[in-house]
């Protein structure tokens, strides 16, 4: 018996570094896919070794895992949690959406060292096709907001790569909450904007950032000099920061060619053949 889990990733469009602060964010997940395939044996393990160790940690049976991934790596578009998700519904499919993200949380802490909040996962598995995430980290709760057809997203990848586990997601402690505030006012705002009010958003969102102390130089010159391009309403940094993707938005699909467009898709599945 094999088990299949496909898993997406996550853009998040407003609402960085607000997750672990009870704040606001507007999510949602896209088409680059993490698959794991779990076929179950008589002893042992068979897989890459932080795979298995993650396997373990949630109880896996003996198995074989394999991960076949076209999810950046290191990008802040989540494949660490993509990851521990598909762990724990390789291992549990009938948990309900809350523990699952819970549960790819503790995974991320303890086994991956990434002190992350809840963002990634629940933007993960609550994800509905064509609809952001509304999700409000004070009372975990979740609302879908149709994605306008105005709303074009496209990502351009900073060249620097992120590693999670040495970042510290709070370098300015004193600007934190203010942060959080006028994040939360984003969000709120982003709802019914026109794409031109939501990339004004987005610009302000990159120089909160800024002053949070999560993006660096690199990164800073890129947002700008995308801000400046004909056809790009807005951008920012996108994910933990200090690298990885910057979020555009643009008028239209022939803004920044060279980029990675997305839209919005479904959550993970959960298939079992033979």
Same mark, same amino acid.
């Given at each position: 018996?094999?088990?299949?889990? =496909?898993?997406?990733?996550?853009?998040?469009?407003?609402?960085?570094? =607000?997750?672990?602060?009870?704040?606001?964010?507007?999510?949602?997940?896209?088409?680059?896919?993490?698959?794991? *395939?779990? *076929?179950?044996?008589?002893?042992?393990?068979?897989?890459?070794?932080?795979?298995?160790?993650?396997?373990?940690?949630?109880?896996?049976?003996?198995?074989?895992?394999?991960?076949?991934?076209?999810?950046?790596?290191? =990008?802040g578009m989540s494949s660490s949690a993509a990851l521990c998700v598909a762990i724990v519904v390789g291992y549990n499919s009938r948990l309900d959406n809350v523990t699952i993200c819970q549960k790819a949380q503790q995974l991320e802490h303890q086994i991956l060292g990434t002190k992350c909040g809840l963002l990634d996962q629940t933007a993960i598995a609550f994800a509905k096709k064509n609809h952001a995430a509304l999700i409000d980290f004070s009372s975990y709760s979740v609302k879908h907001i149709p994605i306008p057809e105005g709303w074009k997203f496209k990502l351009v990848y900073s060249g620097i790569p992120r590693k999670l586990a040495e970042i510290n997601y709070q370098s300015n402690t004193d600007y934190l909450e203010q942060h959080v505030r006028l994040e939360n006012y984003r969000v709120m705002q982003a709802i019914d904007a026109t794409p031109e009010e939501l990339g004004l958003l987005l610009n302000e969102s990159h120089e909160s950032l800024k002053k949070l102390g999560v993006s660096v130089p690199e990164v800073d010159r890129l947002v700008a000099e995308l801000q400046a391009t004909d056809g790009v309403l807005g951008a920012r940094m996108m994910g933990g920061g200090y690298g990885g993707m910057v979020l555009a938005l643009v008028t239209s699909e022939e803004v920044l060619p060279e980029a990675i467009s997305v839209s919005s898709s479904k959550s993970f599945e959960f298939e079992e053949f033979s």
């Open positions: 018996m094999h088990q299949r889990v =496909t898993v997406p990733a996550r853009i998040n469009i407003i609402g960085e570094h =607000t997750d672990y602060a009870g704040g606001l964010a507007l999510s949602f997940a896209s088409k680059p896919r993490l698959k794991l *395939t779990i *076929t179950r044996l008589e002893r042992g393990y068979d897989g890459d070794a932080v795979v298995v160790k993650l396997w373990q940690a949630v109880g896996g049976y003996p198995a074989k895992l394999v991960v076949d991934s076209d999810i950046p790596i290191g =990008t």
